[in-house]
């Protein structure tokens, strides 16, 4: 779903997971099994409305213990409406029904969900789901603000057909963003305060009207900082090459750029209110001189051609020596991707670039070992720092690598 499907650090977390009547609750246990795989321990409660469309059956052979109905159901624990509560660390609600929202904004316990949801005080997500004028409808807009304004995180619908046929605001949001919303709940807000600029993707430099010099970068390990620092409290914005914005929740700030010159001039105007800068981008080194703006014909040089180049803006050495420094101090990630034997010897390679760059801290990976490198879900690698301190990283899911990564730009 995202780079963090395959975190560990939220393993053993513990989530209560409220299903609603919607036609929206089939696509529920897809989010259970997302947080499952991440090791979180997850306990549902389906309403009478939920019930007519999934089964707890469904929920249980996918590993939700335990699985809750009605308040008073045979063989249900006596109090089940304060379970989550005692154990819980988020509830998420989706989809969340119009009803739901009026019961929860009213403080009503009529049924079990709503019950638990009063007796709550940890972080309340809610992800709505309702035909287009149910969602718009004055008194579904005042309980969602009321929600709102007491603290419950929300996160919006999307825009769309629904099942009943009308278009507009009301489907269900992308799994991904609620998957996303609740691991943020569940994650420390040691970032929290900071912003941080953060450069992913590839680059595409153009030698005709249609071709480009590139590279190919998915945007897999700068999306998964980008993620992690938003996750953690940040307040991120990712300047992304072609393809990286899609990797990003809609909490990401995003400023989508091509060329490696338009990358060098969004990071350079945004970097002077940032506490942080992750340069985690494949930036080109060198830019072709276009042929032309139209499209070169292979009729025009049977015998083949040849482009001159020219170099592109260093984005990570120029923004690190324009810096802030003192007490409000700039920290800056660099990257290396490089060709080398082992991990092991990718070190001296990073400690060069760190010192030419003069970043805070430098992370390099291999790129021509298998399960590393572009398009790549891990990531082995070796990092280094300006105070000596050096590490050699086993390969790890690219969300693991950012988490590791943030964690250490925290501590310098």
Not at 29 to 48: D, K, Q, Y
Not at 304 to 313: H, K
Not at 345 to 358: N, T, Y
Request: net charge neutral.
């Amino acid at each position: 779903m995202t780079p963090f499907g395959q975190s560990t650090h939220f393993a053993n977390s513990r989530l209560h997971l409220g299903v609603c009547g919607s036609v929206a609750c089939c696509k529920a246990p897809e989010l259970l099994r997302a947080w499952r795989a991440l090791g979180i321990h997850v306990s549902v409660t389906l309403t009478a409305g939920a019930r007519r469309f999934v089964t707890p059956l469904l929920f249980e052979s996918l590993g939700a213990a335990p699985v809750y109905t009605d308040m008073f159901a045979p063989g249900q624990e006596v109090f089940a409406h304060l379970e989550p509560g005692q154990h819980a660390q988020a509830l998420v609600l989706a989809p969340a029904s119009a009803d739901a929202l009026s019961r929860l904004a009213a403080g009503a316990a009529s049924d079990l969900l709503s019950a638990q949801a009063l007796a709550f005080d940890g972080p309340l997500i809610l992800a709505p789901a309702m035909n287009p004028r149910m969602w718009a409808h004055p008194a579904t807009r005042a309980n969602t603000a009321l929600l709102r304004e007491r603290g419950a995180r929300l996160v919006a619908p999307a825009c769309g057909g629904t099942a009943c046929g009308d278009q507009g605001e009301g489907r269900l949001a992308e799994l991904p963003e609620i998957f996303l919303a609740v691991l943020q709940a569940l994650a420390p807000q040691d970032m929290a305060g900071k912003k941080v600029l953060v450069t992913l993707g590839p680059t595409r430099e153009a030698w005709d009207g249609v071709r480009f010099w590139s590279n190919p970068s998915s945007g897999l390990m700068g999306a998964a900082l980008a993620i992690c620092a938003w996750l953690r409290g940040a307040e991120v914005t990712a300047v992304c090459g072609p393809g990286g914005a899609a990797l990003l929740p809609q909490g990401v700030h995003r400023c989508e750029v091509c060329g490696a010159r338009d990358m060098f001039e969004a990071a350079r105007d945004l970097w002077p209110g940032m506490n942080m800068g992750m340069f985690a981008a494949a930036v080109a080194d060198f830019s072709p001189i276009p042929l032309g703006a139209r499209k070169f014909k292979k009729s025009e040089a049977p015998e083949g051609f040849s482009i001159a180049f020219t170099p592109n803006p260093d984005i990570l050495q120029t923004l690190a020596a324009a810096r802030r420094n003192g007490p409000d101090a700039q920290k800056i990630l660099g990257f290396a991707a490089e060709c080398a034997p082992s991990t092991e010897a990718l070190l001296p390679l990073a400690r060069a670039k760190l010192a030419r760059k003069k970043a805070d801290l430098l992370a390099a990976n291999q790129i021509n070992a298998p399960a590393c490198g572009f398009c790549s879900p891990t990531n082995s690698m070796a990092v280094v720092d300006a105070h000596g301190r050096e590490e050699i990283w086993p390969s790890q899911s690219k969300a693991d690598v950012a988490w590791e990564l943030c964690s250490w730009l925290l501590r310098i």
